[in-house]
């Protein structure tokens, strides 16, 4: 479970430039003068931190991390010995964060950009509009065939998602929820019988022999609930590997039940 | 509230509502007043917009709901937007239909409707006539209804080589009549048992 | 025909469109009036619906197309009676994708990857199959990279009339607004590495 929470909870970033951002306003430095040997330090924090947390670093990051080592190390090399050239020096003398900082800036702009779609998406989310009406009776002519059309399939994927977005009149409450619920508790007693038939140990998928959705609900809180009453044990050996359900009560329940 | 505020909520409803309507007793219940008092303005509400001559809607009554109308004078013009000569589109009608055909197919009339919430005859007219979509057999059950599906016409069309090519539909939207609280968490409940 | 009966047609002509909407050309067509004539009266008109305190709904531009909507001040009313649409908000990562097609178009998927600093295959992927982005075109060049856009759906989803609509990009801002999910994050990380 844990690992579940954190993996979504790292995609509150959008990539290394975001970090970036987000560590260069935490420490309160100015973004054109960033001090390269703090903002490594922190990165390089963060990434160890995603690993130790075992998030799947993405390679994005780790590639970020290398190019702040390069230009933190490029900073400290003592500047070029004054070479003939004088006048020219100072011209072409590039600042190693130069394009970090480019880079930096640009995305900023599309993610303030983001923000500000973010709020007409909700405004227009408050402003309802209304299907066509069938003009059927109107119609008197109609062209047999697709010549001279002109839509794509994004026009139709358009269509659709418009209808999506139009609002649902509510449907009465009679017809909305007839179908049958089984109660938690039946699940908990039949998930005990089931795992005392299996020598007290099962899958956590077995425990879900029902595909639909209210079963595989009613199944979960069930597991949830039952190992809140310490009747059972849930354990995990590593990422990945199945997830084994015991009865606490063990074997020995085999005989009584 | 006011009567003019009332008015104005009513509008919104009702235009929202669409082809659904609203009853005496929804509307009573989102503009929380009495049954009888909403019976009595309505019928005033029914007589204004039919006096306004610089109004184009109308509130009809079918069936114990009230619903939004075009004016019945206006006829000729709506006639004439439907026969002028369009822009060699499909109607956002007939493309929505058609998306809903192409993803949920074969599927009924009656089904397109209900996603849709409106009358589908016309689009449905359309799409076959443009050989778009076609029969696919027959519902089982009473009324033994037309199913429909997309043609070999509609995938030379939009350049797909089969049905698998089209793009699949948003996570969030696969669903359509899913209850979306416990679609969320289904979703991730599933992705936790598929990942062991 | 005098105003108020123009002002009529109008409203039962875009009350039968709905959400396709009718834009000036198809409106000069059906009244037979200029569209300089039409843009004038359509600029009075929803004037007059915004000031008319017992009209509910008004006339808004999207993409291009006039179309009715029902007034934002009755959002609430009408949330009560309606079912939350299945489509939920775009994510982050699509929002932010959005932003650079739609301030950059045509532009390619990797062009869009430079200015991001990640993958974008799923935004994307999401963005396309809402209809809210659409291929325009190919890249000059050896992989002929996919070029992308965006389509009216997108116009009408933010509620723009055209891209001239869009904000304009936000030259050299201070400060970002930290948002709560990435402080929360931080806070629990912070707690782990102090554990350690």
């Given amino acids: 479970m844990i690992h579940m929470e954190y993996s979504v909870k790292v995609d509150a970033f959008e990539g290394p430039l975001d970090l970036l951002l987000h560590l260069i306003q935490g420490l309160e430095i100015d973004i054109y003068d960033i001090p390269m040997a703090d903002i490594t330090e922190q990165y390089m924090l963060y990434i160890r931190a995603m690993n130790v947390l075992e998030l799947n670093v993405a390679s994005e990051y780790l590639v970020m991390a290398a190019t702040l080592l390069a230009i933190k190390s490029r900073m400290l090399l003592p500047k070029h010995e004054e070479e003939w050239n004088d006048d020219e020096l100072d011209l072409t003398e590039e600042d190693p964060r130069d394009e970090l900082v480019l880079r930096l800036i640009e995305y900023r702009k599309y993610k303030m950009a983001a923000v500000e779609l973010k709020e007409k998406e909700e405004l227009r989310g408050s402003v309802f509009t209304k299907a066509p009406l069938d003009l059927s009776e109107y119609e008197t002519q109609k062209i047999d065939s697709t010549e001279g059309l002109d839509v794509s399939l994004y026009d139709m994927l358009g269509a659709f998602h418009k209808l999506l977005r139009r609002k649902k009149l509510q449907k009465p409450l009679s017809t909305r929820v007839t179908r049958q619920e089984i109660s938690i508790d039946k699940r908990m007693k039949e998930i005990m019988m089931d795992l005392r038939k299996n020598l007290g140990q099962r899958k956590f998928q077995d425990l879900f022999p029902v595909a639909e959705k209210s079963h595989m609900v009613v199944s979960f809180l069930a597991v949830l609930e039952l190992m809140k009453r310490n009747e059972i044990y849930v354990q995990q050996s590593k990422n990945f590997s199945d997830i084994l359900v015991e009865a606490i009560e063990g074997v020995t329940m085999v005989g009584q039940a | ?196």
């Fill in chain 2, 1 to 196: 509230m006011d009567k003019h505020e009332a008015q104005s909520i009513i509008e919104s409803l009702l235009f929202a509502a669409g082809d659904e309507g609203l009853n005496t007793s929804q509307l009573s219940n989102v503009l929380m007043i009495g049954e009888e008092a909403i019976t009595e303005w309505m019928g005033e509400l029914k007589n204004n917009y039919i006096s306004d001559a610089s109004r184009g809607i109308q509130i009809v009554e079918l069936a114990g709901t009230f619903q939004l109308a075009t004016k019945r004078d206006h006829a000729n013009y709506i006639k004439r937007l439907v026969e002028s000569p369009s822009n060699s589109s499909l109607s956002q009608a007939a493309l929505e239909t058609l998306a809903i055909i192409a993803y949920r197919q074969p599927i009924t009339r009656i089904h397109i409707e209900d996603i849709r919430g409106v009358k589908t005859d016309r689009p449905l007219q359309t799409l076959a006539s443009k050989g778009l979509i076609k029969e696919k057999g027959r519902a089982e059950g009473a009324g033994r209804a037309i199913l429909y599906g997309t043609t070999d016409e509609f995938l030379d069309y939009f350049g797909l080589k089969d049905l698998s090519e089209l793009p699949p539909l948003p996570e969030d939207v696969k669903d359509l009549e899913g209850d979306e609280e416990t679609d969320l968490f289904f979703k991730s409940l599933h992705n936790t048992l598929t990942n062991e």
